[in-house]
């Protein structure tokens, strides 16, 4: 299984970034797609999840409102749209499946099997 994370850059605090997560070796539909970040000098957090099975959404405090992650079953893709980006969005973004677990342990890092190498985003004030 390989998750391939891209989509990350330098922008503006209001800016929008849309980040894809392409996976390989097996299929999102039947997996759990979540997203974490982890800012410098502190843990890895989570983000944003689809629950597998469904259309189940899932998102931390610090981001609903603000970005949207979604699922292609077409191309086993998933997205995380992430709008009017802050400061406090910087972060190494790594996109994560789970075919097991379940749904109290989603914001848990333990819980993935699965790990992408990580899209840095970086917002500027």
């Known amino acids: 299984v390989q998750l391939q994370a891209s989509g990350g850059g330098l922008v503006q605090a209001g800016d929008s970034l849309r980040l894809s997560c392409s996976v390989s070796?097996?299929?999102?539909?039947?997996?759990?797609m979540s997203w974490f970040r982890q800012a410098p000098g502190k843990e890895r957090e989570f983000v944003a999840a689809i629950f597998r099975g469904g259309s189940s959404l899932h998102y931390a405090d610090p981001v609903k409102g603000r970005f949207a992650t979604s699922r292609d079953n077409a191309k086993n893709t998933v997205s995380l749209q992430m709008n009017d980006l802050k400061p406090e969005d910087t972060a190494v973004y790594y996109c994560a499946a789970s075919q097991t677990l379940i749904w109290s342990s989603m914001k848990s890092v333990q819980a993935y099997a699965y790990w992408g190498q990580g899209t840095l985003v970086t917002v500027s004030s």
């Open positions: 070796g097996l299929t999102i539909r039947s997996a759990t």
